[in-house]
DNA sequence: GACGATAATCTTGTCAACAAGAGTGGCGCC
DNA sequence: GGCGCCACTCTTGTTGACAAGATTATCGTC
């Protein structure tokens, strides 16, 4: 076979970065043969990538027609929390009942390089630190399919990240919380763990809400 | 444009279903040609179905060798029920909330369906009016993602589920545990319907493991 | 007789060309 | 001068052919 089977994956990859990173303005026609130009792989993959990031629910492209990049409304936005709060709890309790330490030391690492961070105002350094810290638990939970559940979600939402951070306070106020998660799970205490975790996404759904309704 | 895209699609859910109809036996390979032959469709429509059925996690598909239906762990199974018992927990709530006329009696109807099919031995219908109650009050929730992962997640879980129900009085159990989160809607009682459902699914992993361990 | 190397075949991944909507601009008509 | 129709270009979806592993069968050797 003359590729190595990364192409796809590595185009869908950096596709689906461009998207989430807003490189694409709504309303935007994403045209075959430009992106085949933009990241210089072959057609083929474009189109496998284009058709992956559709079924994340990332594009839209119906019939014939170019993909676009999908709209998602506050109610989506609130669903996700939602979903994720109950997925995530459930991996939090395994990650307080395991304790691994490495799993430990890195949330440990990301609450301190978010806690440094909030100093600088690199607000997508932030963010990326927190999706970072979100990903360590949940490969620590040793479950195997929600770790994907979640992410397929949260890169529905990783859009408008970067705006709900941005509310007043809000990366303080979040950093707080993951603390309390990390402190959880240290203690061993599913309970609190999962107390932590739901809290955490209550205020996310709240700050979404404050921060779509303005606009 | 030559073909209606209903074919892509169409032959999706043909695959689909044949796969979970265990239609294939373990270790078997699903070449392309053979399936361009037996579903009557162009090679490329088979080849993007199988590329979904794979990211589904139905198929396993390693670089340059034949796609295989993937065998789904124990613990996969309970993961699933959890996951699922999470998600349907918040849809049931807001179906309880809403109490749509039309999807109270079609889950009604649904549960009579089951009723009747208690008696002759038709394993796989029963199933299958199981599967529709559940689908019903997905849809009837007003939710927009997560009844997609719920069936995401049923269907890696569906080539077992004719197993689990064949335990003994694992039917008659069943329907009574539908009948009531069926009655708890009526009554519009978020919080017993969210328990009943509960109950549901921990009873679903309970019989997995009695139905897999004794295997 | 069993094992390993080699050749033949099968199967997948890729590419380039083509057919057929969808979008766009210009022209004529009212 | 504005509106609708027509021709042109753009873009996608599909097809067939081909190159390169992977698999299987064959043969020779120990």
């Known amino acids: 076979m003359p590729k190595i089977q990364s ?128 990903h360590v638990w949940l490969e620590a939970s040793g479950m195997l399919i929600v770790p994907h559940l979640v992410e397929s979600l949260s890169a529905q939402s990783a859009q408008t990240r970067v705006r709900t951070v941005q509310l007043p306070d809000r990366m303080r106020q979040s950093l707080a919380e993951h603390r309390e998660i990390v402190a959880a799970v240290r203690a061993g205490d599913p309970d609190r763990a999962e107390v932590a975790v739901r809290t955490h996404l209550t205020n996310v759904k709240e700050s979404l809400r404050r921060s779509l309704q303005s606009r």
């Open 7 to 134: 192409t796809g994956e590595d185009t869908y990859r950096r596709l689906r970065r461009m998207v989430i990173d807003g490189r694409f303005s709504e309303g935007q026609r994403l045209v075959e043969a430009d992106l085949v130009e933009t990241l210089g792989v072959p057609r083929m993959a474009v189109r496998q990538a284009l058709a992956r990031l559709e079924y994340d629910g990332l594009l839209v492209k119906q019939a014939g027609r170019s993909s676009v990049v999908r709209a998602v409304s506050l109610a989506e936005l609130e669903e996700i929390a939602e979903a994720r709060m109950a997925l995530e709890a459930i991996a939090i309790r395994r990650v307080a009942l395991l304790r691994t330490p490495t799993a430990l030391r890195r949330m440990e690492e990301l609450a301190d390089r978010m806690s440094a961070l909030l100093e600088t105002v690199d607000v997508s350094a932030f963010v990326e630190a927190q999706a970072a810290l979100h």
